[in-house]
């Protein structure tokens, strides 16, 4: 079966860097999604990664092992705005989304 | 209509009844979905068409139908409505970005079943 796996919660400071870390079983591979979700809104798109390796988009990265089963997104020069919950996604054979439970940020000043 | 817009926003319904729940979108996307999160878990798929006039069972389709008689619009029905099926839920369309298939999603419908 498929399985994907994030912390419940992470807490970081203002300006800092922090790291978030997905890990996925599946029994294929067709990419890895990235989604933030503010609190009471619909999530939306951050990230998508199919090969291995680190993808940089201004603030936010995101980083793939595909033989390790692993991704991180990575947010640089954190802001109170960027407090929020982190959705990993991988699609499953129909490549329809099959959803972490997401990772609650909360940035403290 | 800029996206998808998602009706009601919030609905406190008794056990038993019949709710709609209506999902428009005007990006011309062929994919549409539903999902439903709750707190704890990941967002679980309902039902998905990936085209007008087709659909399919996701991850928890029980207790809910769908139709998609033309591209915009996507309505998710609960027949006889139980208190399991409290929930946020999210309509969604996929277009492609940069090769991958993104989804769009509409701000949500609160679902309270009493």
């Known amino acids: 079966g498929q399985n994907i796996d994030q912390p419940t919660e992470m807490t970081a400071t203002e300006g800092a860097i922090v790291q978030i870390n997905c890990t996925y079983q599946?029994?294929?591979?067709?990419?890895l999604f990235w989604y933030q979700q503010h609190a009471g809104e619909a999530p939306t798109f951050l990230s998508y990664?199919?090969l291995d390796g680190l993808e940089e988009k201004g603030r936010f990265s995101s980083f793939l092992s595909r033989s390790k089963g692993y991704s991180y997104l990575l947010l640089k020069e954190l802001q109170m705005k960027d407090s929020a919950s982190y959705l990993c996604?991988?699609?499953?054979?129909?490549?329809?989304?099959?959803w972490g439970a997401g990772t609650k940020l909360i940035i403290k000043p | 209509i800029a996206g998808i817009t998602q009706a009601p926003t919030s609905q406190i319904l008794a056990a038993g009844r019949r709710m709609t729940l209506r999902c428009t979108q005007d990006?011309?996307?062929?994919?549409m979905y539903w999902y439903r999160q709750d707190l704890g878990l990941g967002l679980r798929l309902i039902h998905y068409?990936?085209?007008?006039?087709?659909?399919g069972k996701g991850e928890v389709p029980d207790g809910y139908s769908v139709s998609r008689a033309n591209t915009d619009d996507f309505p998710l029905t609960l027949a006889s409505a139980v208190p399991s099926q409290t929930s946020v839920y999210f309509c969604?369309?996929?277009?492609?970005?940069?090769?991958?298939?993104?989804?769009?999603f509409g701000a949500g419908s609160r679902l309270t079943v009493l």
């Open positions: 990664n199919v």
């Open positions: 969604a369309s996929s277009g492609t970005s940069g090769g991958a298939n993104v989804l769009t």
């Open positions: 068409s990936n085209t007008a006039g087709t659909t």
């Open positions: 990006m011309r996307h062929n994919a």
């Open positions: 996604a991988v699609p499953d054979s129909n490549y329809q989304l099959i």
């Open positions: 599946t029994s294929g591979f067709n990419g």
